[in-house]
């Protein structure tokens, strides 16, 4: 069955039959990078090539978004292109309205939008003070020094970034706090380098000189995050044998840690001529990761760890609040349909162990909460018991073909209404 069929079903029915997986995964691009090259392309004075754009919805969105001239634009549920539209719109003196799904209404986007406003950017809230839908109505440039928390979401921070090069004078941005995700503030500075802009950054300050942008030829390389859930395959299948293509070992991309991560659950990772062979190994009798850096990989670690019986503790966790859905609230919900036990501490810190003598089979769906990431999260664990997914075309989001990839690689899949038996 093609992706297309599954992304319509109201459910899927998963299991596996033997738990031994051999496979060859042509990953989906990085989206991360797609949408920074996409807002990078866009301020270049002259047309740029880029190869290899992800198929992802988000990504969808953002194209669409740029060639077109429409006042309002609906962002959808992309994070990611309603923060970086935002900049890009403000300074580029883009006169719309910026909006989307009720979540992303529900999202903050006021750290940003201050932020804006200090370098001379008029924008207005919709609705709500601090949250999306915000009207743009004009940039008039006034202050080149911005002081900025660290510690909520790097997408702001790249935003800011990215239109730094066409602010007269450019911009100095200090940060402020813990700074997060600081692989993906290195992935925007890397790819502004590749298009001609040098950024420094010292400490907690990133300066970003005045200078066109320089139209280059850039290939997309394929997304780690999307690997992330075949490491969670290969650490849960009884034999594993998988290789996955288009990853680069000198990636851009902060995800890329996954290799490290899985290392101590269970996975070997070695690239070949081919790409990156995962197989099985030895894993480690308990756990601890800070995520800080890499909170789109926590799901799915923490999912790994439960079903291996790891005593598990997650740190740097404070983003998953402000994501698709509540990620911490409804990882811990979903876990305990497993009858796996979790504590949460202080917002930022997930316990995970058991009080069971084993992994339970779920007496109920998972729910994905409309995030991509919940449904690839669980749906490894159909590996040891059979489940159903509800609404499995959460994943166009990231990963349009994730279902029929998964299908590739011998797990049986079947559309079904909830709570039904697959036919």
């Known amino acids: 069955m093609e992706s297309a069929i599954f992304n319509r079903a109201a459910a899927l029915a998963l299991n596996h039959p033997n738990g031994k997986v051999k496979s060859v995964v042509a990953l989906p691009a990085s989206k991360s990078e797609s949408n920074r090259a996409l807002i990078i392309a866009a301020l270049c004075n002259h047309p740029c090539r880029l190869e290899n754009l992800s198929e992802a919805r988000d990504t969808q969105t953002m194209q669409r978004l740029l060639s077109g001239s429409e006042e309002v634009l609906d962002v959808l549920d992309a994070g990611t292109t309603m923060r970086f539209l935002t900049a890009y719109c403000a300074v580029t003196n883009r006169k719309v309205v910026l909006t989307g799904t009720a979540r992303m209404q529900e999202r903050p986007i006021g750290i940003l939008v201050?932020?804006?406003?200090?370098?001379?950017?008029?924008?207005?809230?919709?609705k709500n003070e601090g949250f999306p839908p915000v009207r743009i109505h004009g940039f008039s440039p006034r202050n080149n020094r911005v002081v900025m928390r660290g510690d909520v979401s790097s997408q702001y921070i790249s935003a800011l970034l990215m239109v730094a090069p066409i602010i007269p004078n450019g911009l100095t941005l200090q940060l402020t706090g813990k700074v997060g995700s600081r692989p993906y503030i290195a992935m925007t500075l890397q790819l502004m380098q590749r298009f001609g802009v040098e950024a420094q950054?010292?400490?907690?300050?990133?300066?970003?000189?005045?200078?066109?942008?320089?139209?280059?030829?850039?290939?997309?390389?394929?997304?780690?995050?999307?690997?992330?859930y075949w490491f969670s395959i290969a650490a849960l299948a009884k034999e594993a044998n998988i290789c996955l293509l288009g990853l680069k070992p000198d990636s851009l991309q902060g995800d890329r840690v996954i290799v490290n991560i899985m290392e101590r659950l269970g996975v070997r990772a070695q690239f070949t001529a081919q790409g990156l062979q995962l197989s099985k190994a030895p894993a480690a009798e308990c756990f601890e990761w800070d995520?800080?850096?890499?909170?789109?990989?926590?799901?799915?670690?923490?999912?790994?760890?439960?079903?291996?019986n790891i005593p598990m503790k997650l740190t740097g966790l404070e983003s998953l609040r402000i994501k698709e859905t509540d990620r911490l609230t409804a990882l811990q919900t979903e876990l305990a349909k497993f009858g796996i036990a979790t504590q949460e501490e202080g917002g930022n810190t997930l316990y995970v162990h058991y009080q069971t003598k084993s992994l339970q089979a779920p007496a109920q769906p998972i729910h994905?909460?409309?995030?991509?990431?919940?449904?690839?999260?669980?749906?490894?664990?159909?590996?040891?018991?059979?489940?159903?997914?509800?609404?499995p075309e959460v994943v166009e989001k990231s990963y349009p073909r994730y279902w029929e990839h998964l299908a590739a690689a011998g797990f049986a899949i079947q559309t079904c209404h909830l709570h039904e038996s697959p036919k």
Not at 114 to 126: F, K, N, Q, T
Not at 296 to 304: F, K, S
Not at 369 to 379: E, L, Q, T
Not at 380 to 389: E, F, G, N, S, T
């Open 368 to 391: 994905t909460y409309k995030d991509h990431r919940m449904a690839m999260a669980f749906a490894p664990l159909a590996l040891l018991y059979p489940l159903q997914i509800e609404q």
């Open 114 to 126: 201050d932020a804006l406003r200090e370098i001379g950017a008029d924008i207005s809230y919709e």
């Open 201 to 228: 950054w010292e400490g907690d300050t990133i300066y970003v000189p005045q200078k066109p942008y320089t139209a280059a030829t850039y290939a997309v390389e394929s997304d780690w995050s999307a690997a992330s």
């Open 291 to 308: 995520f800080s850096d890499c909170p789109d990989l926590a799901q799915t670690i923490a999912v790994v760890g439960a079903a291996k």
